[in-house]
């Protein structure tokens, strides 16, 4: 059994919780989640707190039960506060900009790399090196901000590229360094 899938979820003020048969809906101020319970897990609301139990104890629904409890712990905290992630842009001539919903991200190619912004999240251009990518689901916030960093990640060498704010890229010396 999971330890983190046995610890009940907190439902601060502010937030409604639904619940029908398998599905889980989580209301609050930043706007509304919603979750398909796994099959195998039964989900209860008492006493402000959500907590799931196995309804069988299949290896599949052993190895589902912690999940689902972290996933219903992100919903309720992004309705109430919110994700966000950071990203920095390094290089000579490499910027963002943002137009009709859509990054474009001038990173040594040919052409500017255009990337499409789900209607969910929430992006600023802060400075044309500074990326903020924030909203309510932590899978999509996420989702976005690794697609951003993945069109150029930081390298070692000359510390160029696309990174997270809090990321530490460790550089490495050159040919010639020892």
Known sequence: MSRIGKKPVEIPKGVQVKLDQNRLSVKGVKGELNLDIHSNLKASVVDNKITLENASSTRESKAIFGLMRSIVANMVAGVTQGYERK????GVGYKAELKDRKLFL???FFRPVEIPVPNEITLKVETPQIVSVSGIDKQLVGNLAATIRK???AEPYNG?????IDEKVRRKAGKSGK
């Open 106 to 108: 001038s990173v040594g």
């Open 87 to 90: 990203l920095k842009i390094e």
């Open 160 to 164: 160029k590229g696309i990174f997270y």
């Open 151 to 153: 069109t150029k990640p």
